[in-house]
């Protein structure tokens, strides 16, 4: 099927039936008891409250997108045509009736959430439905869940809420909200479907398109990165690299340190870019650069909301740094996970293929148990970063029991 859908890379299943939802949609939307059709819709008919679940990489809010351009799209026949004024403007980010809700920090806040609850009560201006898409919502503090919970339960006529979460597990989405949607369930797209996209629409050869998908762990945007930055290149090999350091207690600590703030350089000279162009904008929305009493009364009175935006810009890099660490803990848990396999000599689909020797060494050196166990320490690791433990500390008692598993 051609159209908007095309960005979803291996989910045949998934297409078909946002299609067929858009496609019920477009009638509901033509009716004036839109609101109780879609209320009372199953199966391949309409609801307000959508939940696109999947692991990384899998294109749960690129599924979301895709199908808010699809309710929104005005061309003929099938939803989602990818040519109509409605469905560029959604895809460019542009359309006026589709909102992204993407967390910058570490959370979404009850205040974020009620001012998002307040545009969402609003009528659509101009297209057919006003669409929250509220990306990492497994990043909704309790409060702002409970806020998105009670419109959801009752939601506006005209509005429809796309949620994006990695499962349906608690920890991700509660209980109670995720009852009140319908569950959309991506998965890890296929080697050969990544590699497809990187030739078709990324113009890179045959090898180098199989090569990336193959170390991509099943994630399109990593794979591009790894294609196309020796950077992020470098990094993944600094972040496997940790496997052996950690056999040899004089490189067990220092090497860890070195990628730990290497990430958080990186982070911090990333956000620092995007800091000074939000600042700037702020300043000059405040009146900085005018004249007259008026614009430095106003200056003066701007420091709360300068300081609310110093909150928030400092939050986001404290996730930027998590995440960019986060990427290279899975990189490493995966590669334990290669060993484990060699150790029982399974033929499972390697996560990095390009380090097949590397992990048949791993596993001549530790019993399954062990490597199990490096599996658990990685892991934890991840945990503990999640509960604020710095990461110096955190990675540091990672090495520590790698290195008593395996050293």
């Given at each position: 099927?051609a159209?908007v859908f095309?960005?979803l890379v291996g989910?045949h ?6 299609i067929?939802?858009?496609t019920?949609?477009r009638?509901a939307a033509?009716?004036?008891d839109?609101?109780t ?17 999947g692991?990384p990489g899998?294109g ?16 003929d026949g099938?939803?989602?045509c ?5 469905c560029?403007?959604?895809l ?7 909102r ?7 959370s ?12 969402a009560?609003?009528?659509p ?11 990492d ?6 409060g ?9 339960e009752e939601p506006?006529?005209?509005?429809v ?7 349906v ?12 949607c ?9 080697a050969?479907a990544?590699?497809g996209?990187?030739r078709?629409?990324?113009?890179l ?8 998908a193959r170390i ?7 794979a ?6 020796e ?5 993944r090999?600094?972040g496997?690299a940790l ?5 040899r207690?004089s490189?067990r ?6 990628l730990v703030r290497e990430l958080?350089?990186?982070?911090k000279?990333l956000?620092a870019e995007i800091?000074?162009?939000e600042?700037?904008?702020l300043r000059t929305?405040?009146g900085a650069?005018g004249?007259?009493k008026?614009?430095?009364a106003a200056?003066?009175?701007s420091?709360g909301?300068?300081?609310d ?5 400092k ?7 998590r ?7 899975i990189?490493?848990a995966g ?12 033929d499972a ?16 050196v530790g ?5 199990l166990?490096?599996i ?9 970063l ?11 008692a990672?090495?520590?029991?790698l ?5």
């Open positions: 099927m159209g095309d960005r989910q299943e998934v297409e078909v039936g946002l067929a939802a858009a019920a949609a009638g033509e009716t004036t839109g609101a059709e879609l209320a009372e819709g199953s199966g391949s008919r309409m609801t307000h409250s959508w939940l696109f679940t692991p899998s749960r809010s690129v599924g979301a997108l895709c199908f808010a351009a699809a309710l929104q799209c005005t061309g099938v939803p989602g990818g040519r109509c004024h409605a560029t403007t959604v460019a980010g542009t359309h006026g009736d589709v992204r809700v993407i967390p910058e920090g570490l979404i806040s009850v205040k974020e959430m009620r001012e998002i609850v307040q545009t009560s609003r009528r201006s101009t297209g057919r439905w006003q669409v929250m898409i509220i990306e919502a497994d990043r909704l503090t309790e702002a869940a409970n806020a998105l919970l009670k419109v959801v506006p006529e005209r509005t809420f796309l949620l994006c979460a990695p499962s597990d608690p920890e991700d989405i509660s209980v109670t909200l995720r009852s009140r319908r569950h959309v369930g991506l998965f890890t797209p296929s050969e990544i590699a996209v990187l078709e629409r990324d113009g050869d045959e090898q180098s398109a199989r090569d990336a991509s762990g099943g994630h399109v945007g990593r591009r990165r790894l294609a196309t930055d950077a992020a290149r470098r990094r090999d600094q496997l496997a052996s350091a950690a056999t207690y490189t600590y220092s090497l860890a340190e070195e958080e350089v990186e982070a000279e956000n800091n000074e162009r600042t700037e904008e929305a405040l650069g004249t007259g008026g614009a430095a200056l003066r009175g420091a909301v300068l300081k935006l110093e909150r928030r810009q939050s986001r890099e404290t996730r930027m740094k995440d960019a660490l986060d990427r290279a803990l990189d490493l590669l334990y996970r290669d060993a484990l396999a060699a150790a029982f000599g399974s689909t390697a996560n990095h293929p390009d380090r097949a020797e590397q992990a048949r060494k791993m596993a001549g019993s399954p148990a062990a490597l166990r490096c658990e320490a990685v892991l934890d690791c991840r945990e503990a999640d509960t604020n433990v710095k990461p110096q500390f955190a990675v540091a990672m090495m520590a029991r290195g008593a598993e395996l050293g």
